[in-house]
Protein backbone atom coordinates (compact mmCIF):
# COMPACT_ATOMS: atom_id res chain seq x y z
CA UNK A 1 0.00 0.00 0.00
CA UNK A 2 1.45 3.08 -0.61
CA UNK A 3 2.10 5.60 2.27
CA UNK A 4 2.92 8.88 0.69
CA UNK A 5 0.46 11.06 -0.23
CA UNK A 6 -0.64 11.47 -4.52
CA UNK A 7 0.68 15.24 -5.30
CA UNK A 8 -1.88 17.31 -7.31
CA UNK A 9 -0.74 19.63 -9.66
CA UNK A 10 -3.85 22.50 -10.32
CA UNK A 11 -3.51 23.96 -13.54
CA UNK A 12 -5.97 27.18 -13.39
CA UNK A 13 -5.57 30.56 -15.95
CA UNK A 14 -8.09 31.89 -18.05
CA UNK A 15 -10.45 30.47 -21.03
CA UNK A 16 -7.98 30.12 -23.88
CA UNK A 17 -5.31 30.75 -22.18
CA UNK A 18 -3.72 27.52 -23.31
CA UNK A 19 -4.42 25.07 -20.16
CA UNK A 20 -5.28 21.90 -22.71
CA UNK A 21 -2.59 22.93 -24.77
CA UNK A 22 -0.43 22.36 -21.53
CA UNK A 23 -1.89 19.27 -19.99
CA UNK A 24 -2.30 17.83 -23.47
CA UNK A 25 2.10 18.13 -23.92
CA UNK A 26 2.40 16.44 -20.56
CA UNK A 27 0.36 13.76 -21.02
CA UNK A 28 1.78 13.10 -24.27
CA UNK A 29 5.53 13.04 -23.35
CA UNK A 30 5.64 11.46 -20.14
CA UNK A 31 5.62 7.80 -20.23
CA UNK A 32 5.78 5.04 -17.10
CA UNK A 33 3.82 7.85 -14.68
CA UNK A 34 0.08 7.01 -14.20
CA UNK A 35 -1.80 10.32 -14.55
CA UNK A 36 -5.14 10.96 -13.26
CA UNK A 37 -6.48 13.97 -14.99
CA UNK A 38 -9.79 16.14 -13.79
CA UNK A 39 -10.85 18.23 -16.40
CA UNK A 40 -13.77 21.03 -15.71
CA UNK A 41 -15.68 21.96 -18.99
CA UNK A 42 -18.55 24.36 -17.56
CA UNK A 43 -20.14 24.77 -21.01
CA UNK A 44 -17.71 23.18 -23.18
CA UNK A 45 -19.47 20.51 -24.53
CA UNK A 46 -16.49 17.45 -23.71
CA UNK A 47 -13.86 19.33 -26.06
CA UNK A 48 -10.90 19.76 -23.35
CA UNK A 49 -11.50 15.91 -22.04
CA UNK A 50 -11.28 15.00 -25.47
CA UNK A 51 -8.26 16.34 -26.29
CA UNK A 52 -6.96 14.91 -23.22
CA UNK A 53 -8.33 11.54 -23.29
CA UNK A 54 -6.59 8.47 -24.26
CA UNK A 55 -3.39 10.37 -23.23
CA UNK A 56 -4.01 9.75 -19.49
CA UNK A 57 -2.08 7.37 -17.92
CA UNK A 58 0.42 7.59 -21.19
CA UNK A 59 -0.39 7.75 -24.72
CA UNK A 60 1.90 4.42 -25.44
CA UNK A 61 0.80 0.69 -25.98
CA UNK A 62 2.53 -0.48 -22.79
CA UNK A 63 0.31 1.66 -20.29
CA UNK A 64 -3.34 0.44 -21.42
CA UNK A 65 -3.05 -2.52 -18.93
CA UNK A 66 -2.61 0.03 -16.43
CA UNK A 67 -5.20 1.90 -18.14
CA UNK A 68 -7.89 -0.73 -17.69
CA UNK A 69 -7.60 -2.04 -14.64
CA UNK A 70 -7.21 1.74 -13.02
CA UNK A 71 -9.85 3.58 -14.99
CA UNK A 72 -12.33 0.83 -16.42
CA UNK A 73 -14.70 3.69 -16.86
CA UNK A 74 -13.26 6.87 -17.79
CA UNK A 75 -9.48 6.60 -19.32
CA UNK A 76 -8.52 8.34 -16.39
CA UNK A 77 -9.93 11.63 -17.28
CA UNK A 78 -12.59 12.81 -15.19
CA UNK A 79 -15.12 15.56 -16.36
CA UNK A 80 -16.79 17.77 -13.66
CA UNK A 81 -19.31 19.16 -16.55
CA UNK A 82 -21.93 20.30 -13.88
CA UNK A 83 -20.80 23.85 -13.44
CA UNK A 84 -17.78 25.96 -12.83
CA UNK A 85 -15.32 23.97 -10.18
CA UNK A 86 -15.10 26.32 -7.54
CA UNK A 87 -19.12 26.86 -7.02
CA UNK A 88 -19.42 22.84 -7.14
CA UNK A 89 -16.44 21.90 -4.87
CA UNK A 90 -18.36 20.17 -2.51
CA UNK A 91 -20.92 18.66 -4.88
CA UNK A 92 -18.46 17.54 -7.95
CA UNK A 93 -14.69 17.91 -6.98
CA UNK A 94 -14.76 15.70 -3.47
CA UNK A 95 -16.39 12.65 -4.78
CA UNK A 96 -14.11 12.55 -7.63
CA UNK A 97 -11.11 12.92 -5.47
CA UNK A 98 -12.73 10.41 -3.03
CA UNK A 99 -12.71 8.02 -6.04
CA UNK A 100 -9.36 8.89 -6.86
CA UNK A 101 -7.98 8.29 -2.95
CA UNK A 102 -9.75 5.04 -3.00
CA UNK A 103 -7.53 4.13 -6.47
CA UNK A 104 -4.01 5.71 -5.13
CA UNK A 105 -2.03 2.49 -5.66
CA UNK A 106 -2.83 3.38 -9.34
CA UNK A 107 -2.49 6.86 -9.52
CA UNK A 108 1.09 8.91 -9.20
CA UNK A 109 -0.15 12.25 -10.10
CA UNK A 110 -2.97 13.74 -10.36
CA UNK A 111 -3.28 16.46 -12.72
CA UNK A 112 -6.15 19.27 -12.42
CA UNK A 113 -7.60 21.64 -15.03
CA UNK A 114 -10.21 24.16 -13.84
CA UNK A 115 -12.48 25.93 -16.01
CA UNK A 116 -11.05 29.37 -17.54
CA UNK A 117 -13.89 31.13 -15.10
CA UNK A 118 -12.84 29.46 -11.76
CA UNK A 119 -11.36 30.88 -8.78
CA UNK A 120 -8.74 28.47 -7.42
CA UNK A 121 -8.97 28.99 -3.58
CA UNK A 122 -12.05 27.03 -2.97
CA UNK A 123 -10.71 24.29 -4.79
CA UNK A 124 -7.44 24.38 -2.78
CA UNK A 125 -8.95 24.53 0.45
CA UNK A 126 -10.99 21.25 -0.60
CA UNK A 127 -7.64 19.67 -0.09
CA UNK A 128 -7.74 20.14 3.63
CA UNK A 129 -11.28 18.23 4.03
CA UNK A 130 -8.99 15.00 6.56
CA UNK A 131 -10.67 11.89 3.37
CA UNK A 132 -8.74 14.23 1.42
CA UNK A 133 -5.62 15.41 3.39
CA UNK A 134 -4.58 12.47 4.21
CA UNK A 135 -3.75 11.06 0.96
CA UNK A 136 -3.17 13.28 -1.48
CA UNK A 137 -1.26 16.73 -1.35
CA UNK A 138 -1.23 20.09 -3.80
CA UNK A 139 2.20 19.90 -5.68
CA UNK A 140 1.95 23.46 -7.08
CA UNK A 141 -1.02 25.52 -8.55
CA UNK A 142 0.23 26.85 -11.68
CA UNK A 143 -1.57 29.75 -13.15
CA UNK A 144 -1.53 29.76 -17.08
CA UNK A 145 -1.48 33.58 -17.99
CA UNK A 146 -2.55 34.77 -22.01
CA UNK A 147 0.48 36.70 -23.03
CA UNK A 148 -0.49 38.09 -26.05
CA UNK A 149 -3.80 39.06 -24.41
CA UNK A 150 -2.47 40.48 -20.99
CA UNK A 151 0.17 42.40 -23.83
CA UNK A 152 -2.83 43.81 -25.32
CA UNK A 153 -4.62 44.71 -22.31
CA UNK A 154 -7.81 42.29 -22.41
CA UNK A 155 -8.27 41.68 -18.80
CA UNK A 156 -8.82 45.34 -18.09
CA UNK A 157 -11.62 45.90 -20.25
CA UNK A 158 -13.05 42.51 -21.78
CA UNK A 159 -16.38 41.24 -19.22
CA UNK A 160 -18.46 40.52 -21.61
CA UNK A 161 -17.03 36.54 -21.93
CA UNK A 162 -17.57 36.33 -18.41
CA UNK A 163 -21.55 37.51 -19.18
CA UNK A 164 -21.78 35.04 -21.66
CA UNK A 165 -20.73 32.34 -20.14
CA UNK A 166 -22.08 33.15 -16.81
CA UNK A 167 -25.54 33.23 -18.44
CA UNK A 168 -24.66 30.12 -20.11
CA UNK A 169 -24.44 28.23 -16.41
CA UNK A 170 -26.48 28.59 -13.39
CA UNK A 171 -24.50 27.06 -11.19
CA UNK A 172 -21.75 29.75 -12.00
CA UNK A 173 -22.33 31.93 -8.43
CA UNK A 174 -19.43 34.52 -8.57
CA UNK A 175 -19.61 37.18 -11.34
CA UNK A 176 -16.11 38.46 -11.74
CA UNK A 177 -14.74 40.66 -14.11
CA UNK A 178 -11.42 39.47 -15.84
CA UNK A 179 -9.51 41.83 -14.19
CA UNK A 180 -10.61 40.02 -11.14
CA UNK A 181 -10.33 36.60 -11.94
CA UNK A 182 -6.52 37.29 -13.30
CA UNK A 183 -6.01 38.97 -9.84
CA UNK A 184 -7.60 35.87 -8.01
CA UNK A 185 -5.37 33.25 -9.99
CA UNK A 186 -2.52 34.83 -9.59
CA UNK A 187 -2.75 35.58 -5.92
CA UNK A 188 -3.34 31.53 -5.47
CA UNK A 189 0.13 31.07 -8.03
CA UNK A 190 3.03 29.00 -6.77
CA UNK A 191 4.11 29.45 -10.32
CA UNK A 192 2.90 31.82 -13.34
CA UNK A 193 3.54 30.40 -16.52
CA UNK A 194 2.94 32.59 -19.65
CA UNK A 195 1.72 31.14 -22.63
CA UNK A 196 2.01 32.42 -26.35
CA UNK A 197 5.33 33.68 -25.35
CA UNK A 198 5.92 33.16 -29.60
CA UNK A 199 3.42 35.67 -30.25
CA UNK A 200 4.81 38.45 -28.33
CA UNK A 201 7.47 41.41 -28.99
CA UNK A 202 10.37 42.28 -26.50
CA UNK A 203 8.00 44.78 -25.43
CA UNK A 204 5.10 43.11 -25.01
CA UNK A 205 6.97 40.38 -22.96
CA UNK A 206 8.18 43.36 -20.72
CA UNK A 207 4.52 44.63 -19.94
CA UNK A 208 3.39 41.15 -19.23
CA UNK A 209 6.41 40.29 -17.22
CA UNK A 210 6.04 43.87 -15.40
CA UNK A 211 1.98 43.38 -14.35
CA UNK A 212 2.34 39.64 -13.32
CA UNK A 213 5.48 40.97 -11.12
CA UNK A 214 3.39 43.56 -9.92
CA UNK A 215 0.90 41.14 -8.34
CA UNK A 216 2.75 37.87 -7.28
CA UNK A 217 5.61 37.76 -4.11
CA UNK A 218 8.93 37.88 -4.80
CA UNK A 219 9.09 33.79 -4.51
CA UNK A 220 6.39 32.75 -7.22
CA UNK A 221 7.95 32.96 -10.59
CA UNK A 222 7.42 33.50 -13.76
CA UNK A 223 8.04 31.51 -16.89
CA UNK A 224 7.36 32.32 -20.48
CA UNK A 225 6.65 28.88 -22.87
CA UNK A 226 5.41 28.07 -25.87
CA UNK A 227 4.33 25.17 -27.65
CA UNK A 228 8.22 23.96 -28.31
CA UNK A 229 7.94 22.88 -24.33
CA UNK A 230 5.84 19.93 -25.10
CA UNK A 231 8.91 18.29 -27.27
CA UNK A 232 11.42 18.45 -23.91
CA UNK A 233 9.76 16.24 -21.64
CA UNK A 234 12.68 15.97 -18.68
CA UNK A 235 12.46 19.57 -18.26
CA UNK A 236 8.22 19.68 -18.57
CA UNK A 237 8.26 17.06 -16.21
CA UNK A 238 10.38 18.54 -13.68
CA UNK A 239 8.45 21.66 -14.19
CA UNK A 240 4.82 20.43 -13.17
CA UNK A 241 6.90 18.56 -10.31
CA UNK A 242 5.94 14.87 -11.59
CA UNK A 243 7.94 12.06 -9.68
CA UNK A 244 10.59 14.57 -9.15
CA UNK A 245 11.00 12.88 -5.75
CA UNK A 246 11.89 9.88 -6.82
CA UNK A 247 15.47 8.43 -6.95
CA UNK A 248 14.62 7.91 -10.96
CA UNK A 249 13.84 11.23 -11.18
CA UNK A 250 16.70 12.92 -9.11
CA UNK A 251 19.01 10.64 -11.03
CA UNK A 252 17.26 11.82 -14.63
CA UNK A 253 17.29 15.53 -13.60
CA UNK A 254 21.35 15.18 -12.68
CA UNK A 255 22.36 13.38 -15.83
CA UNK A 256 20.31 15.89 -17.92
CA UNK A 257 22.31 18.90 -16.24
CA UNK A 258 25.54 17.12 -16.80
CA UNK A 259 24.84 16.69 -20.33
CA UNK A 260 23.43 19.68 -20.56
CA UNK A 261 27.02 21.60 -19.10
CA UNK A 262 28.99 19.29 -21.09
CA UNK A 263 28.07 20.21 -24.27
CA UNK A 264 27.72 24.45 -23.53
CA UNK A 265 24.16 23.90 -24.40
CA UNK A 266 22.16 26.85 -26.51
CA UNK A 267 18.63 27.30 -26.70
CA UNK A 268 17.17 30.34 -28.95
CA UNK A 269 13.53 28.90 -27.90
CA UNK A 270 11.13 31.33 -27.14
CA UNK A 271 10.38 29.50 -23.74
CA UNK A 272 12.59 30.50 -20.96
CA UNK A 273 15.64 28.46 -20.70
CA UNK A 274 15.50 26.67 -16.89
CA UNK A 275 17.74 23.96 -15.79
CA UNK A 276 17.98 21.75 -12.83
CA UNK A 277 20.55 20.83 -10.14
CA UNK A 278 20.58 17.89 -7.27
CA UNK A 279 22.22 18.98 -4.54
CA UNK A 280 23.10 16.10 -2.02
CA UNK A 281 23.66 16.54 2.20
CA UNK A 282 23.85 14.41 5.00
CA UNK A 283 20.99 14.22 7.80
CA UNK A 284 19.34 17.69 8.14
CA UNK A 285 17.34 19.82 10.68
CA UNK A 286 13.74 19.72 8.94
CA UNK A 287 13.15 23.41 10.06
CA UNK A 288 16.39 24.68 9.48
CA UNK A 289 15.94 23.11 5.44
CA UNK A 290 12.44 24.84 5.42
CA UNK A 291 14.13 27.84 6.45
CA UNK A 292 17.05 27.82 4.22
CA UNK A 293 14.94 26.77 1.04
CA UNK A 294 12.14 29.67 1.53
CA UNK A 295 15.38 31.99 1.67
CA UNK A 296 16.23 30.33 -1.95
CA UNK A 297 13.27 30.47 -3.22
CA UNK A 298 12.80 34.46 -2.61
CA UNK A 299 16.82 35.09 -3.67
CA UNK A 300 17.17 33.22 -6.63
CA UNK A 301 15.44 32.37 -10.14
CA UNK A 302 13.89 28.87 -8.64
CA UNK A 303 10.77 27.42 -9.78
CA UNK A 304 10.29 24.58 -7.28
CA UNK A 305 12.39 22.31 -5.55
CA UNK A 306 11.59 18.57 -4.58
CA UNK A 307 13.23 15.76 -2.73
CA UNK A 308 13.39 14.27 0.46
CA UNK A 309 15.56 14.76 3.83
CA UNK A 310 16.99 12.29 6.21
CA UNK A 311 16.25 13.90 9.63
CA UNK A 312 17.74 12.55 12.96
CA UNK A 313 16.56 10.07 14.81
CA UNK A 314 13.34 9.88 12.60
CA UNK A 315 13.06 5.72 11.18
CA UNK A 316 10.83 7.63 8.25
CA UNK A 317 12.33 10.00 5.39
CA UNK A 318 10.54 13.35 4.74
CA UNK A 319 9.77 14.30 1.10
CA UNK A 320 10.10 17.95 0.78
CA UNK A 321 8.42 20.14 -2.03
CA UNK A 322 8.62 23.61 -2.26
CA UNK A 323 7.25 26.33 -5.03
CA UNK A 324 6.18 29.56 -5.03
CA UNK A 325 5.38 30.26 -1.29
CA UNK A 326 4.22 27.05 -0.83
CA UNK A 327 6.56 24.65 1.25
CA UNK A 328 5.33 21.30 2.21
CA UNK A 329 6.97 18.48 4.05
CA UNK A 330 5.80 14.71 5.15
CA UNK A 331 7.22 11.44 5.88
CA UNK A 332 6.35 9.40 3.06
CA UNK A 333 8.51 5.66 4.33
CA UNK A 334 10.45 3.69 6.61
CA UNK A 335 14.10 4.42 5.63
CA UNK A 336 15.23 0.91 4.10
CA UNK A 337 17.85 -1.09 6.12
CA UNK A 338 20.48 -1.03 3.94
CA UNK A 339 19.89 2.42 3.05
CA UNK A 340 22.08 5.03 3.65
CA UNK A 341 20.41 8.29 5.56
CA UNK A 342 20.87 11.28 2.74
CA UNK A 343 18.85 14.17 1.94
CA UNK A 344 18.31 14.94 -1.85
CA UNK A 345 16.77 17.59 -3.70
CA UNK A 346 16.20 18.80 -7.06
CA UNK A 347 16.33 22.50 -7.65
CA UNK A 348 14.98 23.66 -11.05
CA UNK A 349 15.19 26.83 -11.78
CA UNK A 350 17.42 29.76 -14.41
CA UNK A 351 21.37 30.59 -13.94
CA UNK A 352 21.58 28.09 -11.18
CA UNK A 353 24.33 28.08 -9.29
CA UNK A 354 24.66 24.66 -7.40
CA UNK A 355 27.87 25.78 -5.03
CA UNK A 356 25.88 28.75 -4.21
CA UNK A 357 22.65 26.59 -3.69
CA UNK A 358 24.70 23.87 -1.81
CA UNK A 359 26.44 26.36 0.57
CA UNK A 360 23.11 27.76 1.81
CA UNK A 361 21.36 24.23 2.28
CA UNK A 362 24.57 22.68 3.80
CA UNK A 363 23.94 24.81 6.89
CA UNK A 364 20.46 22.77 7.79
CA UNK A 365 22.93 19.56 8.49
CA UNK A 366 22.86 18.47 11.56
CA UNK A 367 26.35 16.64 11.65
CA UNK A 368 29.66 17.53 9.78
CA UNK A 369 30.41 14.51 7.34
CA UNK A 370 33.76 11.72 8.83
N1 LIG B 1 0.85 30.34 -30.62
C1 LIG B 1 0.51 29.66 -29.52
N2 LIG B 1 -0.76 29.22 -29.38
C2 LIG B 1 -1.07 28.53 -28.26
C3 LIG B 1 -0.13 28.29 -27.22
N3 LIG B 1 -0.77 27.62 -26.21
C4 LIG B 1 -2.05 27.46 -26.62
N4 LIG B 1 -2.24 28.00 -27.84
C5 LIG B 1 -3.49 28.04 -28.61
O1 LIG B 1 -4.43 28.80 -27.85
C6 LIG B 1 -5.75 28.26 -28.01
C7 LIG B 1 -6.36 27.99 -26.65
O2 LIG B 1 -5.59 26.99 -26.01
P1 LIG B 1 -6.21 25.96 -24.97
O3 LIG B 1 -5.09 25.08 -24.54
O4 LIG B 1 -7.44 25.32 -25.49
O5 LIG B 1 -6.60 26.95 -23.80
P2 LIG B 1 -7.40 26.64 -22.45
O6 LIG B 1 -6.82 27.49 -21.40
O7 LIG B 1 -7.43 25.17 -22.19
O8 LIG B 1 -8.85 27.14 -22.85
P3 LIG B 1 -10.26 26.86 -22.07
O9 LIG B 1 -10.35 25.38 -21.89
O10 LIG B 1 -11.24 27.44 -23.03
O11 LIG B 1 -10.23 27.61 -20.79
C8 LIG B 1 -5.59 27.02 -28.87
O12 LIG B 1 -5.91 27.36 -30.20
C9 LIG B 1 -4.12 26.67 -28.75
O13 LIG B 1 -3.63 26.01 -29.88
C10 LIG B 1 1.20 28.79 -27.39
O14 LIG B 1 2.10 28.65 -26.53
N5 LIG B 1 1.46 29.47 -28.56
Redesign the pocket.
Known amino acids: MKLDKIPATVVT??????????LAGILRQITGKRIAVIVNEFG?QDI?SSLLRGCALGCDEGSEEARASAFDEDGGIFELANGCICCTVEEEFLPVMKKLVARRDDIDHILI?T??LALPKPLVQAFNWPEVRQHCTVDAIIT?VDGPAVAAGRYASDVDQVEAQRRADDSLDHNPSLRELLDDQLSAADLVLV?????LSADERQRVEALVADKVPASVKTLF???SLADDPARLEALMGIGAASEEGIDRIDNHHDRHHAEGAHHDHAHDHFDGVVIRLDEVDAEALEARLAELLKAHEIYRAKGFAAIPGKPMRRVIQAVGERLDGYYDRLWAQDEPRHTELVIIGRSLDREALHATLTTAETATPA
Open positions: GFLGSGKTTLEDESGVSKSDLIDP
